[in-house]
């Protein structure tokens, strides 16, 4: 089930708009007020070392379909070269 309707669940892969890394969405928090909701995120860094910040919904995106695959990043494709 989708969390506070925003269409965002723990376990979705997604990433600032601004850009950065992948992130799995950990733990959705709601409140009632004036505060928005936001999410927990962990992520691995180069150095595979286990990161988590909150983040605004509002700031993120899914990950997308075209970058991800089964939990995984997807191989580049590589073009066939036609003469």
């Known amino acids: 089930m ?3 309707g925003v269409g965002m ?3 979705d892969v997604v990433r600032l ?5 992948a992130m799995t ?3 959705f928090t709601e409140y009632t007020g ?3 909701p936001h999410v ?3 992520w691995f860094t180069d150095e595979d070392e286990f990161k ?3 983040f605004l919904v509002a700031a993120l995106k899914p990950a997308g379909d075209d970058e991800w695959r ?3 990043p997807k191989r580049p494709r590589l073009s066939r070269v036609t003469r």
Request: proline share 8%; net charge positive; with cysteine.
């Open 2 to 4: 989708k969390a506070g």
């Open 34 to 36: 004036p505060i928005e």
């Open 17 to 21: 708009k601004s850009g950065g890394p």
């Open 52 to 54: 988590s910040a909150d």
């Open 9 to 11: 669940k723990a376990g």
């Open 70 to 72: 089964d939990g995984l």
């Open 25 to 27: 969405v950990l733990k």
């Open 40 to 42: 927990q995120c962990g």
